[in-house]
C-alpha cells in the first residue's frame, strides 16, 4: 500500500473545490477492501483521525482534513461485475462516474443519477447522496443503492442490502461480518419535503441501508456498491427554449412539471428542467452568440422518446408557444450529438461562475437551496430582491423542476464578497423558514454546518452525534464533516 507523508507530494488532498484548505501527516491509498480495515483498525486504536479523500469536486469541504491522515478511495476503482440480465452493477468507491456511465450505455443500460460533475468517485455520490438533472424524473443516487459493504471506525465490516434491515418504529439494530450486533435508535426529526442532502436521512420504520447514503463518511469508508441499472432510453427530445419573461419560463416550468408528474398522461414525461435567468444568458452570451437577444429566460429539458417524436416534438412546441415562448429561436435536437451541445452550455455556466471568481481571488458564493413548489415563485422573486438591494451582481440557474436553484452571487472585492456571504445566510434562512433546505444535493462538509444547526437546531444536532458514536465510538472518521466535534 503506498502512503506519501511529503507535504509536497499531498497538497492536492488537502482541499476541493471549495478553495478551502487543510492539514494532515500522511495520505494512504489502499487497494483493497482489507487494507481499509487494517488502517480503520490501527487508527481506531490510536484514535487518530482519518478524511476519506474521493476525487476533489465537492463544494462543501468534505474532503478537507483537519489533522490526522486522509484515506485516499482512488485506488479502489473496479468494475466488479455488470449483470445484464438483473440489470445491477457491482463497483468500488473510486470508479468515477464517467466511467460507468460509459461502460454500462455501451450495453444499452442506464444509471440515471447524473450530478453536474461526472468526473466524481461513485463512492462520493452515494455518500452525499448526489442528484442532477435528471432527478426532477428519475429521483437521487439514493434510489439506486441496492447493496454496500462498509468498514465501520471500529475495523468492523457491515454487509447491508436493501430491504434486510428495518427499523422497529426508531429501534433499530444492524449484523457486522464478525457477527457482533449493533444496536441504536433511530434519531426522530422531521426531514424537509423537498429535495435534500443535509443531514442523516432518519424516518420511522425505515429501510437502515438509508443511513449511509448521504452521511458523508462520516459513519464508515464504503468499499463495495451494488447499483440498479435500468434499460437505455433509445432515443431523446431535447430543447433549450427562451421566453420573454420570467413568469413566462416560470409558468412553463410549473405546467411541465404538473403534466410530467400527472397520471392521465403517460406519454408527456420530462426528464429534466431547467432554468437560466436573464444574467445567466448574458453571462454566456459572448460563448453562446445564439442566444437570443430578447431573451429574458431560458428553459433546458429533455423527454424520452417511445417511437412517438412527432406526437412529443409537437406537444412541446404547443408548450413552449402557450408560454410565449420564441418557437423559432429554440434549439431543439433528437441528434446526440447536438444534445452534448446542450449539456454543456447546462454546464457552462457553473465554469463561467467559478472563472469569474477565480479571477477576483475571491470565493464561490452560490447557494443550493429548494423549497416546497407552492412556497416557491414568492421565494425566487424575494431573493432575487434581497440581491438587488445591495448591489450585487448575481445569477440564477438550477433544477426549477424540483423547486431548487443555484444562485451565484457574483462579487468583484472583499467588501462586495462580505456583503455576498451575509446574503446567502439570510437566503438559506428563508428557505428554512419555508420548510425547506439549505442543502438540496450538495451536502453539508465542514463548510455549511451551522445552516444544519439553523435548519435543525441543537437538541437534533445532538441526536445526530450519538448516532455517529454508534459507528464509530472513538471519534475518528470524517470528524467534522455534517456537524463540529464539539457535539461528541
Request: proline share 3%; hydrophobic share 35%; charged share 30%.
Amino acid at each position: 500500500m503506498l502512503i506519501k507523508k511529503d507535504q509536497d507530494e499531498i497538497q492536492k488532498y488537502l482541499t476541493d473545490e471549495s478553495s478551502y484548505k487543510g492539514y494532515c501527516d500522511a495520505v494512504y491509498f489502499p487497494e483493497n477492501e482489507k487494507e481499509v480495515e487494517e488502517i480503520l483498525i490501527e487508527c481506531n486504536k490510536t484514535k487518530t483521525k482519518v478524511t476519506i479523500a474521493g476525487a476533489g469536486t465537492g463544494l462543501t469541504s468534505g474532503r478537507v482534513p483537519e489533522g490526522g491522515i486522509v484515506l485516499s478511495i482512488e485506488k479502489l476503482n473496479k468494475i466488479l461485475e455488470i449483470n445484464e440480465k438483473e440489470k445491477y452493477v457491482r463497483v468500488e468507491p473510486g470508479l468515477f462516474l464517467r466511467d460507468l456511465q460509459n461502460i454500462v450505455e455501451s450495453k444499452n443500460l442506464f444509471y440515471p443519477p447524473d450530478p453536474t460533475e461526472r468526473d466524481c468517485f461513485i463512492g462520493a455520490t452515494v455518500i452525499t447522496n448526489s442528484s442532477g438533472a435528471r432527478t426532477f424524473k428519475y429521483g437521487p443516487t439514493r434510489d439506486y443503492v441496492m447493496a454496500m459493504t462498509i468498514v465501520l471506525g471500529d475495523g468492523e465490516i457491515l454487509k447491508i442490502e436493501r430491504g434486510q434491515y428495518k427499523s422497529n418504529g426508531y429501534n433499530a439494530s444492524l449484523k457486522c461480518e464478525s457477527g457482533k450486533i449493533i444496536f441504536f435508535t433511530v434519531p426522530a426529526y422531521e426531514m424537509p419535503n423537498t429535495k435534500n442532502s443535509a443531514g442523516y436521512f432518519c424516518k420511522e420504520n425505515m429501510d437502515l441501508i438509508d443511513i449511509f447514503i448521504g452521511s458523508e463518511g462520516t459513519l464508515g469508508i464504503v468499499t463495495e456498491i451494488k447499483l440498479k441499472l435500468i434499460d437505455l432510453p433509445k432515443d431523446l427530445l431535447s430543447c433549450v427554449a427562451f421566453f420573454p419573461s420570467e413568469d413566462d419560463a416560470l409558468n412553463f416550468i410549473d405546467e411541465a412539471r404538473e403534466k410530467s408528474q400527472s397520471k392521465d398522461d403517460t406519454q408527456f414525461s420530462a426528464r429534466g428542467l431547467e432554468y437560466f435567468d436573464n444574467y445567466s444568458l448574458r453571462f454566456m452570451s459572448q460563448d453562446y452568440p445564439n442566444i437570443p437577444a430578447k431573451a429574458i429566460a431560458g428553459v433546458w429539458f429533455e423527454q424520452e422518446l417511445n417511437n412517438n417524436e412527432d406526437e412529443m416534438l409537437s406537444e412541446w412546441v404547443e408548450l413552449i408557444t402557450k408560454f410565449n415562448g420564441f418557437e423559432e429561436e429554440s434549439w431543439l435536437a433528437v441528434d446526440k450529438k447536438e444534445q452534448e451541445k446542450f449539456k454543456d452550455f447546462r454546464h457552462a455556466i457553473a465554469w463561467k461562475v467559478n472563472e469569474f471568481i477565480s479571477k477576483h481571488g475571491l470565493k464561490k458564493v452560490g447557494t443550493d437551496v429548494a423549497v416546497p413548489h407552492y412556497a416557491f415563485r414568492k421565494y425566487y422573486y424575494q431573493v432575487k430582491e434581497m440581491i438587488e438591494k445591495r448591489n450585487i451582481k448575481y445569477v440564477v440557474y438550477g433544477h426549477l423542476g424540483n423547486s431548487h436553484i443555484h444562485l451565484n452571487m457574483l462579487p468583484t472585492n472583499e467588501s462586495e464578497y462580505k456583503t455576498a456571504r451575509e446574503l446567502y445566510k439570510d437566503i438559506c434562512f428563508e428557505a428554512i423558514k419555508l420548510k425547506g433546505t439549505f442543502s438540496a444535493e450538495h451536502g453539508v462538509g465542514k463548510a455549511k454546518r451551522d445552516f444544519l444547526i439553523m435548519m435543525y437546531g441543537e437538541e437534533t444536532i445532538k441526536k445526530m452525534a450519538a448516532l455517529k458514536l454508534v459507528f464509530d465510538p472513538n471519534k475518528i472518521l470524517n470528524i467534522g464533516n455534517i456537524f463540529e466535534e464539539k457535539y461528541l
